[in-house]
């Protein structure tokens, strides 16, 4: 295994920030449990802890390391470019920052200046594209991405919507980080009964579900080999993998239209998304005003300082435990435990409407009254 891939633990002293990538932490919300009215534990790993803020750290420095490897990006010579949503933007600026690339971010006007301004404070450029434009169009973020490396020399797109490291750096960390988060826990179940991602590219859900169905698959096999046990105790143990799709995405079904959430959710099926989707076994869709109640929710009673993608996973959890067979199965199971993954945090999010109002409605005491009779 490379540093990449292997599931360190903070001992010491790091070497750069870019080991300060993942190792993020696993916390179960029992709060936001109680207060749904579910039995099974909520285990959210919490991504906002990496060093750049968020899940696509992971993606940002193992595809970069990976192509530099294998000779695709050289030092001093490669500019890389990249299209999304900000975040992977922003990993990418990262990684760049520390090995001296010139990095340049093509993203839609719809996502937020934070990630704009945290981008550039670490030294790359941003170039935004309006947020209607249909993925395949030329003035879209994915379409002026290609023009600007078709003129710039040394211009590489590394392409998160294609590159198999994206779905890999959740294979072989995130999920590994997961397995060793509930392995050294006093749980008595150590089993992920299930697992709940938004997507956008698909790499998160596509990696995690795919190294879920491994590990499941090798457990149950060495286990009837032990007992002379059939399939049927294999199939009962199969962790039911759920994606989040904000009302407004083409991926898990319905009209395209527009939605505030940032980084779920798209027009078209990226390469990365198999599009069998064999390892899916539900969808959910969200409105915006489920993700941002939800992000508030946690925020004010776990102390999660979590962002809107991450409102809308816990939302899309909620429902899959309230309003299906198999959720409501789990969700009266004190044993189960539900893994949600929880992309970024509130730093991305502080100047937008959505956040600004819910924060400064937020109820209080009556300070008013009490400060008049000062
Ligand atoms: N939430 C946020 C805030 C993101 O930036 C992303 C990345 N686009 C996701 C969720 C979804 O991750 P993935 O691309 O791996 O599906």
Known sequence: MTATTSTHHWNGILSSALEAVGNTPLIALDRLRDSEGVNCRLLAKVEFFSAGGSVKDRIAKRMVERAEADGRLIPGHSVIIEPT???????????????????????????SREKEATIR????????????????????????????????PGGIILDQYANENNPLAHYHGTYQEIKHSIETSDLQCKRITA?????????????LSKALRDDQAKESSSKSGANGADGQDADEAKAVVVAVDPVGSLLGGGQVGPYQVEGIGYDFVPEVLDPNKPNIDCWIKTTDDEAFAMAHKVIRTEGLLIGGSSGAALAGALKFLHDTPAGRAIATN???????????????????EWFLDGALRAPTSNLAQEIAHI
């Open 334 to 352: 004190e044993d189960a435990n539900v893994v949600v993954i929880l992309p970024d945090g509130i730093r991305n999010y502080i100047s937008k």
């Open 121 to 152: 404070s670490l030294g790359a450029e941003v170039v935004r594209t309006p947020t209607e434009a249909g993925w395949d169009s030329e003035e879209s973020h994915i379409g002026v991405a290609k023009k600007l490396r078709d003129a710039i």
């Open 195 to 207: 697992l709940v991602a938004g997507a956008g590219t698909g790499g998160t859900i596509t990696g």
């Open 85 to 111: 949503s900000g975040n992977t933007g922003i990993g990418l600026a990262l990684v760049s920052a520390l090995k001296g690339y010139r990095c340049i971010i093509v993203m839609p006007e719809k996502m």
